[in-house]
């Protein structure tokens, strides 16, 4: 979350208005191509500072999760939740909340873990007066 702090812009403006209504934004580099999400204001690839807003399809796979064991003081309440790396169809790796697993013991994690890549679905969620881009499991 520190990373909303250092997002400037109207098109960052853009993409969290978007979120209210549940529509999520990456963003594309107008010279080279370079998807990048979360949006940034300059492309990670050739370092262009024009970055466009481009609708994600939501699709993504999980990787690996955790139970989020150390939460951000706003979100301990939520504890414990799955936390873990997506990576889009689009191409960027997200760590963020995945909601459709379960987190009850290190033993069933772990037997989670096993199956991945597993299929996840994107979806905005609110929490702790933001809304949040999370992932569920594609069942
Ligand atoms: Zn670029």
Known sequence: MAEKK???GSMITEFYKSLAKGK???VQCSKCGFFDFPPKTACKECGYHDM???KIS???ELLFFSSGNLPPKKFAKYHPYAYGAVE???GPTFFTQIEGLDVSSV???QEQNEKMPMKVKAKVKKMAGMNIVIFRVVK
Do not use: F, P, S
Request: glycine residues 16%.
């Open 24 to 26: 999520i934004y990456g």
């Open 58 to 60: 939501g699709d993504g």
């Open 107 to 109: 033993k069933r994690i």
């Open 52 to 54: 466009k807003l481009r």
């Open 88 to 90: 889009l169809k689009e």
């Open 6 to 8: 250092k997002m400037k």
